[in-house]
C-alpha cells in the first residue's frame, strides 16, 4: 500500500534552518509529482511546493519562494523539503503528499499524505 | 491568485441530516476542485475530485457538483464517522489553493 512518511521536524530559532525527508514506498515513487503542504496549528491548509516525477520541475507558493527549496532522490524514493531562513509564522505540520497528475500530466490533486512532521519556530 | 471561500465555517448537524457545504472560487476554475476531509490528528483524505468524481472507496453518500466558480460538498445521510473538517482544494492554472475549512460538529 502507498505509504508516505515524513522525518525531520522540530525546534529550530529564528533564522534557522531544517531539513524535511520524506520517504516513499507502494508505488513507482519516479512516476509521480510530490507536493508539501502545511498546517500552522488551529489553522487550514497551505501548499507550499510540488516537484516533478524526475525532478526538473519544481513550483513554488510566494510565501516560501526563495527560502525553501524541494528536491528528490528517486534511487532512495526520497522527497525532502530544505527550509532556510524560518520564520515563527513558519511554525505548523508538514506534509508530504502524493500528487495526481491529469491526462497531460498536469499536477492536480493530493491523493496519498504522510502523517506529517511538526516544525516549530522560536527562541 | 484564486481564492477560495468556504461555508459555512462551523456546521452543527445530527446523525441522519442532509449537510451541504459551499464553496466559491474568486474566478473561474472550470472543475478542477476537489474536496478533502481531515479529522483531528490526521492528514487530509480526499473524497471528491474533479468536482464531481468519487474516489475510490469513498462513501456514496458523500457527492459533489458545480463547475465555474460555485461547487457544494452534500453528504446526504450524516453518520458518526463524518463529524470532521472538510476542505476545498482548486487546482486550476498553476495555483493549488484551499479553502479555510468548515467544521462539522455534532449538534
Known amino acids: 500500500q502507498v505509504q508516505l512518511v515524513e522525518s525531520g521536524g522540530g525546534l529550530v530559532k529564528p533564522g534557522g534552518s531544517l531539513r524535511l525527508s520524506c520517504a516513499a514506498s507502494?508505488?513507482?515513487?519516479?512516476?509521480?509529482?510530490v507536493s508539501w503542504i502545511r498546517q500552522a496549528p488551529g489553522k487550514g491548509l497551505e501548499w507550499l511546493s510540488y516537484?516533478?516525477?524526475?525532478?526538473?520541475?519544481?513550483y513554488y507558493a510566494d510565501s516560501v519562494r526563495g527560502r525553501f527549496a524541494v528536491s528528490r532522490d528517486n534511487a532512495k524514493d526520497s522527497l525532502y523539503l530544505q527550509m532556510n531562513s524560518l520564520r515563527a509564522e513558519d511554525t505548523a505540520v508538514y506534509y508530504c503528499?502524493?500528487?495526481?497528475?491529469?491526462?497531460?500530466?498536469?499536477?492536480?490533486?493530493?491523493?496519498?499524505w504522510g502523517q506529517g512532521a511538526l516544525v516549530t519556530v522560536s527562541s | 491568485d484564486i481564492q477560495m471561500t468556504q461555508s459555512p465555517s462551523i456546521l452543527s448537524a445530527s446523525v441522519g441530516d442532509r449537510v451541504t457545504i459551499t464553496c466559491r472560487a474568486s474566478?473561474?476554475?472550470?472543475?478542477?476542485l476537489a474536496w478533502y476531509q481531515q479529522k483531528p490528528g490526521k492528514a487530509p483524505k480526499v473524497l471528491i475530485y474533479?468536482?464531481?468524481r468519487l474516489e475510490s472507496g469513498v462513501p456514496s453518500r458523500f457527492s459533489g457538483s458545480g463547475s465555474g466558480t460555485e461547487f457544494t460538498l452534500t453528504i446526504s445521510s450524516l453518520q458518526p464517522d463524518d463529524f470532521a473538517t472538510y476542505y476545498c482544494?482548486?487546482?486550476?492554472?498553476?495555483?493549488?489553493?484551499f479553502g479555510q475549512g468548515t467544521k462539522v460538529e455534532i449538534k
Open positions: 503528499a502524493r500528487t495526481a497528475g491529469d491526462s497531460t500530466g498536469y499536477p492536480t490533486l493530493f491523493d496519498y
Open positions: 507502494g508505488f513507482t515513487f519516479s512516476d509521480y509529482y
Open positions: 516537484i516533478s516525477g524526475n525532478g526538473d520541475i519544481t
Open positions: 474566478q473561474s476554475i472550470s472543475y478542477w
Open positions: 474533479d468536482a464531481s
Open positions: 482544494q482548486q487546482y486550476n492554472n498553476y495555483s493549488w489553493r
